[in-house]
């Protein structure tokens, strides 16, 4: 794969003297989820499935930017020192949105670079493309352009990443993909408390089980609008809980700490929300030492319970997504399944003893395609490292 990236790197950028190659998961969070911008708990991996990129410095200050996935008949090229959104730039914002952070870090880079970018993760699925873009470029740039940065240096590199989605794309988002991506080790989860960036690396014990991602393949229109309304009206349930206690943040807030005060919230609509975050937050802390113990039966009814959570309380599933839990939960081989990401479509999450996985596999497929009357696409994913460079 490196010699073949080399190649389409030298057809676009006529050879492959010095080229350096890159790479960078894309995530699936296993539980945790909406808690991140509540500085709460995740236990998010790495996939198989991401980013390759190909990079080599030039001489001048021009950067030039392609991607196979994205094909035009030239690449996408702009000065270092014009780092404004082009909305003609399309996905080469991303990259530019983090050589932008970097700027804003006082990170400048000494010349431009041509960088060639290619990806098999399944597009607009919610398996974080676009922190594995930013998380790629950060990897870039720093083996590049030899950057120190602040350590410990992959939260450093996740959070210009974020940065660069917040404050350049604006987009709202916690710090929880990129963070999977950079700080990603090989057969582990990571929990992670995103109130301090705090972690431990847990082994996910893939011998007799099989990692499933099911994409239900319904678009995710409203994803962005509807994550924007819930983190305000967690903002509004925060600012109301806070008469009785100086939280200042809802992933800070026990259930036990919660219950009293719970009935009290001016709306039943803000108390689900708060009630979403902080029982998916204990979730979260209870799937991890369930994890670490190899309890994976308890793992998975947990994995059941959030998605639950997610579709009564935070109201941020959908038929396809529920069809596809059920039909999980249903199968004897099925230890739990959620949906999985930010949600309104995208993917489920299943965790399955590897010799009914087969059969699990062909279940889901058809019952998936008998009650909603479209295929899902099903994939069976380890867990690699994360972002890094290759060669
Ligand atoms: C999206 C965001 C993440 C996180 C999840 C929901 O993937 O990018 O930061 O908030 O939704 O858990």
């Known amino acids: 794969?490196?010699?073949?990236?080399?190649?389409?790197?030298?057809?676009?950028?006529?050879?492959?003297?010095?080229?350096?190659?890159?790479?960078?998961?894309?995530?699936?969070?296993?539980?945790?989820?909406?808690?991140?911008?509540?500085?709460?708990?995740?236990?998010?991996?790495?996939?198989?499935?991401?980013i390759r990129g190909a990079a080599r410095m030039r001489k001048d200050s021009l950067v030039r930017l392609y991607s196979e996935n994205f094909p035009s008949p030239e690449p996408v090229a702009f000065s270092l020192e014009d780092l404004t959104y082009r909305k003609e730039h399309g996905w080469a914002n991303y990259p530019k949105g983090v050589l932008w952070a970097f700027r804003n870090h006082k990170h400048v880079p000494s010349s431009g670079f041509d960088a060639f970018f290619w990806g098999d993760l399944p597009a607009g699925a919610g398996l974080s493309s676009s922190a594995a873009l930013e998380v790629l470029t950060g990897v870039i740039l720093k083996d590049l352009f030899g950057f120190s940065l602040e350590r410990p240096e992959a939260c450093t590199l996740a959070k210009?990443?974020?940065?660069?989605?917040?404050?350049?794309?604006?987009?709202?988002?916690?710090?929880?993909?990129?963070?999977?991506?950079?700080?990603?080790t090989p057969e582990h989860a990571l929990f992670l408390d995103c109130g301090t960036l705090d972690y431990r690396q847990i082994p996910v014990p893939l011998q007799e089980h099989v990692l499933f991602i099911l994409d239900s393949r319904?678009?995710?229109?409203?994803?962005?609008?509807?994550?924007?309304?819930?983190?305000?009206?967690?903002?509004?349930?925060?600012?109301?809980?806070?008469?009785?206690?100086?939280?200042?943040a809802l992933g800070e807030i026990s259930p036990e700490e919660f219950a009293p005060h719970a009935p009290h919230l001016s709306d039943p609509l803000l108390r689900r929300r708060a009630r979403h975050v902080i029982l998916e937050n204990r979730r979260t802390l209870e799937a991890a030492e369930a994890l670490e113990t190899g309890d994976l039966k308890s793992f998975g009814k947990l994995m059941n319970r959030s998605h639950l959570s997610l579709q009564f309380d935070y109201e941020v599933s959908c038929r396809e997504l529920d069809c596809l839990?059920?039909?999980?939960?249903?199968?004897?081989?099925?230890?739990?399944?959620?949906?999985?990401?930010?949600?309104?479509?995208?993917?489920?999450?299943?965790?399955?003893?590897?010799?009914?996985?087969?059969?699990?596999?062909?279940?889901?497929?058809?019952?998936?395609?008998?009650?909603m009357e479209r295929e899902c696409r099903i994939y069976r994913v380890s867990i690699p490292g994360g972002a890094r460079r290759l060669s």
């Open 1 to 50: 794969m490196n010699d073949r990236l080399k190649q389409l790197f030298a057809s676009r950028f006529g050879d492959a003297a010095d080229v350096r190659v890159y790479t960078a998961p894309g995530r699936v969070n296993l539980i945790g989820e909406h808690t991140d911008c509540h500085g709460g708990y995740v236990l998010p991996c790495p996939i198989s499935f991401g």
């Open 160 to 184: 210009l990443g974020q940065e660069a989605e917040n404050h350049f794309m604006g987009v709202q988002s916690g710090i929880m993909d990129q963070c999977a991506i950079a700080l990603g």
């Open 218 to 248: 319904k678009s995710r229109e409203l994803v962005t609008s509807e994550y924007n309304r819930r983190r305000e009206e967690c903002a509004q349930a925060l600012g109301e809980l806070q008469r009785w206690g100086s939280w200042s």
């Open 325 to 371: 839990a059920e039909t999980c939960w249903q199968h004897s081989a099925c230890l739990g399944a959620r949906m999985t990401g930010a949600g309104f479509g995208g993917c489920v999450v299943a965790l399955v003893q590897k010799d009914g996985a087969s059969a699990f596999e062909e279940d889901i497929r058809r019952e998936y395609a008998r009650h």
